[in-house]
């Protein structure tokens, strides 16, 4: 695009320079009209000369006074020099044309160097823009979490006259661990006897069991208490005593921050063992690795 401007800036400067020579004319022509056009007329104005006179002139010997030679005219000098300062106009505009299109050149070159680096800086501006935004929301987001979970195990009872089941209630109190106010959407948890914690909890996870919508402060030492009620049977405690399998209180937190963002929160903790007579409660323990606890 750059060259095609200079281009079409020199070919137009030629066009004017062309035009204006041509309206000079050719030197040697134009001098070569004029000096016919001075002897038609010094012709057609000369006086017939007497024939007296004519005689006497032809008899006397004619003796041409020599030409000096610094005198002796140039008639092709004189006509470049004519050319020339007729058509000094022309040659100018074709100089300038060029000299305009070097430094047309350079300012196209200047103002593309100086676009990219507008568009580098601008670039490096968002994102720097979009870091210190995230650092922000990271900073002064709430983060819900559980701690001191704890579950208490009922007597046995019998039902459908012959099942032996023990029920049993989970507390999980929740709190904020952020700068900033949380509101409370609600929860999925689930409780079961399994060999080994479930990794993976499918998008029933993002269903409540029960909506809410509590404002929950941050570090406040009165936290939101959750409850959790469900059994084991006979065959299933008893592998909890022995140690053969574990009861997995597993679930998602859902709530809002205050920039108005969907977060969660996921938590998985495990009980075995012998349950303390009632009405004491016990602690649950975190399942440690990878994928059990965790916040976006």
């Not at 029960?210 to 409850?227: F, L, R």
């Not at 709530?255 to 998985?268: L, S, V």
Request: negative net charge; hydrophobic residues 40%.
């Amino acid at each position: 695009m750059k060259s095609l401007t200079a281009l079409l800036v020199v070919l137009l400067c030629l066009f004017v320079g062309m035009n204006v020579s041509a309206q000079g004319g050719s030197p040697s022509v134009g001098n070569s009209q004029n000096q016919e056009t001075k002897d038609q007329q010094s012709q057609t104005q000369k006086p017939p000369t007497p024939a007296g006179a004519f005689i006497s002139i032809s008899a006397t010997p004619a003796n041409p006074t020599p030409t000096p030679n610094g005198a002796k005219p140039d008639d092709n000098s004189q006509s470049v020099k004519d050319w020339f300062w007729q058509n000094l106009t022309g040659l100018l505009l074709v100089l300038v044309g060029i000299w305009a299109a070097c430094i047309a050149l350079g300012t196209l070159d200047q103002i593309a160097t100086q676009t990219s680096a507008a568009t580098t800086a601008a670039n490096a501006a968002m994102k720097s823009a979009d870091v210190s935004s995230q650092d922000l929301e990271i900073a002064n987001r709430a983060y819900l979490y559980l701690s001191e979970v704890r579950i208490r195990f009922s007597e046995a009872e019998t039902v459908d006259d012959d099942e032996t089941i023990y029920r049993y209630e989970i507390f999980y109190p929740i709190y904020n661990g952020g700068p900033t106010p949380a509101l409370y959407k609600g929860v999925f948890a689930r409780a079961e006897v399994l060999p080994t914690a479930p990794k993976d909890i499918n998008q029933n996870a993002l269903t409540f069991d029960k909506p809410q919508d509590a404002v929950i402060p941050p570090h406040v030492p009165q936290p939101i208490s959750g409850q959790y009620s469900s059994f084991v049977s006979k065959e299933e405690l008893d592998d909890l005593r022995a140690g053969k399998r574990k009861l997995f209180f597993y679930g998602v937190l859902t709530y809002d921050d205050i920039f108005g963002k969907e977060r969660h929160t996921r938590f998985t903790l495990g009980f075995s063992g012998t349950p303390e007579r009632p009405p004491n409660l016990m602690l649950m323990a975190f399942v440690s690795g990878k994928g059990f606890n965790w916040f976006d």
